[in-house]
């Protein structure tokens, strides 16, 4: 049997159902803003517009990520065990998957950028949209917000020269500097600061919670941060000696910012050809370029 043809209530178009209204009138006049976001939402009727109303419910987006997060949170904890886990995509989803990134049809990034695509699309609005987009992006990672936050940094991480000495592991020339010439020259009793029991909790000059951990406990009595002489009155080394020297008095410790100098080029050598050194493999060759040539020529 036909269904029958209606015509709607605000457009007097034709309408294969019972609705009294076509679709693109019912957006039109079925729609409310995301309690969340503040994105328009269209419904297809007025009743399912009025459920959405009386249970304030929210676009599909934020619904999306609020699911997220509350999965998230549970498989962090345990509570879940995630629904993919075990299974593994077969060689020919990853082929296919290969192949669909490499059409320009469906991948918009190939040949292009992202602030090309926005200045496509929003045109001379691109750079303050991208500009939103950073900041959304550091606000929302930055602080306690960030997964590293409270944690110590992982290895590999920061910009020093990183090894091994004997049964301890250096981040820095400085800090190897600091143990070689003054700890082991003057026999002081010395640990790694790197433990959560001296975590110093501080706020930036952004505003921002952050997570300070200073480099060696000496004789149980002073917190140790070594740092170059030259930015030992910067803004942020103040702000965590501030933090450092509360956390200190609190904890019956004294906090010092010290400069142990550099390490000699003739000890280095001799720490590295005897062993007591091992430094990480990127340093390794870095060494060698640097100092083992050099004294082969």
Aim: charge should be positive; glycine fraction near 6%.
């Amino acid at each position: 049997m036909r269904k029958q043809i209606y015509n709607c209530k605000y457009c007097n178009n034709l309408v294969k159902t019972t609705n009294i209204f076509c679709t693109s009138c019912n957006l039109k006049l079925w729609n409310r803003s995301c309690p969340t976001c503040n994105t328009e939402i269209y419904y297809s009727t007025v009743y399912t517009l009025q459920s959405a109303i009386k249970n304030n419910s929210n676009c599909s987006v934020c619904c999306l990520t609020k699911h997220n997060i509350e999965l998230g949170k549970l498989l962090h904890e345990g509570k879940r065990i995630a629904p993919w886990k075990g299974y593994k995509h077969s060689n020919q989803t990853k082929n296919k998957l290969r192949e669909k990134s490499k059409d320009p049809k469906i991948n918009k990034m190939i040949g292009s950028s992202l602030p090309n695509l926005m200045i496509q699309k929003y045109g001379n609005l691109a750079e303050i949209k991208i500009s939103d987009w950073k900041s959304n992006i550091a606000n929302a990672l930055s602080g306690k917000n960030n997964p590293m936050y409270g944690k110590p940094s992982p290895i590999g991480s920061g910009n020093g020269w990183q090894g091994w000495y004997k049964q301890w592991r250096f981040r820095s020339l400085l800090e190897l500097s600091f143990v070689v010439n003054i700890m082991e020259r003057f026999n002081f009793k010395w640990k790694s600061a790197e433990s959560i029991d001296y975590r110093i909790s501080y706020i930036d000059y952004d505003g921002k919670d952050r997570t300070y951990v200073a480099d060696f406990i000496v004789e149980d009595t002073w917190l140790v941060e070594v740092k170059p002489i030259a930015f030992h009155n910067s803004t942020l080394v103040k702000i965590k000696k501030d933090a450092a020297d509360n956390f200190c008095k609190s904890n019956g410790l004294i906090y010092k910012i010290i400069d142990p100098g550099t390490i000699s080029t003739e000890k280095i050598i001799k720490l590295y050809k005897t062993g007591l050194i091992k430094f990480d493999i990127k340093y390794t060759n870095m060494f060698n370029t640097k100092y083992l040539k050099n004294e082969k020529s």
